[in-house]
């Protein structure tokens, strides 16, 4: 009995010894974080901060007068996230002006989408999208605030060809590059066409090229 309570309290001082120093080396990365940051200059701290406040929930602090910041979002990929949780008065035209294109982005990749739908149900292909707009949709707290360029969509490797027959003769282009039995020789997973509405397809016979 002694030597089981002797182990209980060894595992009680174990288990505060690891909490210390858990929040040693938490309190260590805050400060070293915080160092850098106070060494970027004004436009990535705002955006450190903005990020940060949006992933807290918290309201995004007030943009400097200078458009740095618009440059160092852009550099980070970030631009469309701060614009879609921006109160309009912040930057009221700048801000309004991304949402209008975001928004705009948003409905053609979703035509282009439903025009993949429609043809691939035409033909009975199987077909998943994944990456860009799911994220977009599903993971983000606000729809659009993750900005993507293409589509993405994966269909059966054996099914690749027929796929890309029925979407060209449909109006989509595909470059004589990018012809399914180049890219198999290639090595790679994908191949890209464009859709009506200017959308680029990256079309996918394996998730990794």
């Known amino acids: 009995m002694a030597v089981r309570n002797m182990a209980r309290s ?3 001082v174990d288990r505060v010894v690891l909490t210390v120093k858990v929040r040693v080396v ?15 200059d004004i436009g990535n701290q705002y955006v450190h901060a903005a990020v940060r406040a949006i992933a807290v929930s918290a309201p995004l602090p007030q943009p400097p007068s200078t458009t740095l910041w618009v440059e160092r979002a852009v550099q980070h990929g970030v631009l469309s996230m701060l614009a879609v949780h ?33 043809v691939f149900a035409e033909a009975g292909i199987d077909w998943l ?20 360029s293409d589509l993405d969509v994966l269909v059966r490797p054996e099914e690749i060809e027929r796929a890309v027959e029925v979407l060209i003769r449909n109006g989509a282009l595909n470059p004589p590059s990018e012809h399914p039995s180049r890219m198999h020789r ?18 996918h016979w394996d998730v990794i090229n």
């Open 10 to 12: 060894f595992g009680c």
């Open 26 to 40: 938490g309190c260590v990365l805050r400060r070293s974080i915080d160092r850098a940051v106070a060494r970027l």
């Open 86 to 118: 921006m109160e309009p008065s912040s930057a009221e035209t700048f801000v309004r002006a991304i949402r209008r294109r975001v928004a705009g982005e948003y409905l053609r990749t979703m035509a282009d989408m439903r025009f993949v739908q429609r």
């Open 129 to 148: 999208v994944f990456k860009g707009p799911v994220l977009s949709d599903v993971i983000y707290e606000r729809p659009r605030s993750r900005d993507y």
């Open 186 to 203: 290639l090595g790679r997973g994908e191949l890209s066409l464009l859709l009506h509405n200017g959308t680029l397809l990256d079309l």
